[in-house]
């Protein structure tokens, strides 16, 4: 299996850009998809943004799509979100998962996602 960190969080201003870093140990990363998931007070964690396993496949919810960016390194076991023009809407905690079913077409279900980090809060003032 394989354990996360996420990092990379904080408080920042409408517009400001932030970018998220997932730290994998144990299993190599390079057999998961990995995903970006948020969830806001009171609200149901969603999908923000996956990646196929060796990058080549990416996939956003419509509304982060041209500001967010998802991108992976498996010799660095890293997989980072740039996020860029922050919205108070973004305003979440911020979770990095690993699906190790190895489909094609990266996993946009939270269900599909067997392991996942503590999360990182990213908190964007209007």
């Known amino acids: 299996q394989v354990q996360l960190v996420e990092s990379g969080g904080g408080l920042v201003q409408a517009g400001d850009s932030l970018r998220l870093s997932c730290a994998a140990s144990?299993?190599?990363?390079?057999?998961?998809?990995m995903g970006w998931f948020r969830q806001a007070p009171a609200k149901e964690r969603e999908f923000v943004a996956v990646?196929?396993?060796?990058?080549?496949?990416?996939s956003y919810t419509d509304s982060v799509k041209g500001r967010f960016t998802i991108s992976r390194d498996d010799a660095k076991n890293t997989v980072w979100l740039q996020m860029n023009n922050l919205k108070p809407e973004d305003t979440a905690v911020y979770y990095c998962?690993?699906?190790?079913?190895?489909?094609?077409?990266?996993?946009?279900?939270?269900?599909?996602?067997?392991?996942w980090g503590q999360g990182t809060q990213v908190t964007v003032s209007s």
């Open positions: 998962a690993a699906d190790p079913q190895r489909t094609i077409i990266p996993s946009t279900s939270r269900t599909s996602y067997a392991y």
């Open positions: 990646i196929g396993r060796s990058g080549g496949r990416t």
């Open positions: 144990g299993r190599a990363m390079g057999t998961y998809a």
